[in-house]
């Protein structure tokens, strides 16, 4: 089931309180989400799709266009979540690394809906955040503040996750009352995750990270005390870092932890490794060559590969069992 914006926050809630995150992927195709949804039925986990710009423009989704790119992707994420099979994976859909000047139209699109067809359904992000990396504090708190705005003015709720400076170390506690309390003074109700930099990079690297958990429960504890609930650490950057890094983590107050660099690695090199064993399959004269030319040939292949990474992750993160928790929750 896709969960609205205030389905989300019981969630995330339920993430804290016991003690859990939610793994979110960049999934960048069709087969991906399927695959991250099998995997989190697997689990009896709830799970979160997110999708940065790069995937709603390219070629799977809005081939250029981003806001078409968002009503494909929210289209057939709306239809596989709600299937019979996956009817049960408590599924958030979430905007991750938006920017550039189409940043606020897209992202007002997203909370106010998306029209889909001729029908008078609309689509709507879960939970929504923007890539606040180019932008100065004050940018960045007016951007939040003009998506406060949209969802107000559509009398539609926002479920949002403010960032700072996910790549450049551990972010000053103080930058939290900065942005936080400026944003919930103004707009109070809408933030719901907090992702300050905590030691983490985006990317894969084989150099130490100096990841902190301490880090993560100060802003956790602030961000909470400032926004008067519970606020989950939103992890930036997770590829490379230790397994007891990710538990210490969540320990500490990290609700969702997103997964990109490896994720894409691991899809990719499994999708090498099948073309590589079957290059003589390819050739025209061959019997099999359209069985193994074929899109679902080299993507179930992929998925064999694949789906057992995401599962131990979701295990890392205690995520097993917590679908039917938090559907429990949800009225
Ligand atoms: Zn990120």
């Known amino acids: ?9 019981v969630a995330l809630r339920c993430a804290l309180e016991h003690k859990f995150a939610i793994l979110a992927v960049n999934a960048d195709s069709p087969a991906a989400i399927t695959d991250c949804l099998e995997a989190a039925r697997e689990c009896d986990a709830p ?5 940065s710009l790069w995937q709603l423009t390219g070629r799977s ?20 979540a709600n299937s019979g099979r996956y009817r049960d994976v408590p599924v958030i859909y979430h905007t991750d690394h938006i920017k550039g000047p189409d940043t606020l139209r897209l992202l007002t699109a997203a909370i106010r ?24 504090e004050q940018q960045n708190i007016e951007h939040i503040a003009a998506l406060c705005d949209a969802a107000q003015e559509a009398g539609v ?10 790549d450049d170390g551990v972010t000053e506690i103080e930058v939290a009352d900065r942005l936080l309390a400026a944003v919930e003074r103004r707009h109070p109700g809408h933030l719901y995750l907090w992702a300050p930099g905590v030691g983490t ?40 870092l230790a397994e007891s890094d990710l538990k210490d983590g969540v320990a500490a107050g990290v609700a969702k932890v997103n997964w990109s660099s490896e994720s894409l690695l691991i899809r990719s090199r ?17 019997q099999a060559w359209k069985a193994t030319a074929m899109d679902n040939g080299m993507q179930s292949f992929v998925s064999s590969r694949y789906v057992p990474k995401v599962v131990e992750r979701i295990q890392i993160l205690s995520g097993t069992g917590k679908a039917s928790l938090v559907r429990s929750q949800l009225t």
């Open 61 to 80: 989704f809005g081939a250029g266009d981003a806001v078409l790119g968002m009503t494909r992707y929210l289209a057939e994420l709306t239809v596989l």
């Open 47 to 51: 799970m979160i799709i997110e999708t």
């Open 1 to 9: 089931m896709l969960l609205s914006p205030t389905q989300s926050r």
């Open 113 to 136: 809906g998306l029209p889909f067809g001729d029908s008078q359904a609309l689509l709507r992000a879960s939970t929504i955040s923007l890539d606040s990396s180019e932008m100065t």
């Open 270 to 286: 499994a999708a090498q490794e099948y073309y590589a064993m079957h290059t003589a399959e390819l050739e025209k004269s061959h």
């Open 201 to 240: 990079q985006h990317g894969l690297s084989d150099k130490g990270y100096p990841f902190s958990a301490e880090a993560v429960a100060k802003h956790q504890r602030r961000a909470s005390e400032i926004c008067g609930r519970p606020i989950g650490i939103a992890l930036h950057g997770s590829s490379g």
């Open 157 to 166: 709720a926002a479920t949002l996750e403010m960032e700072a400076g996910v």
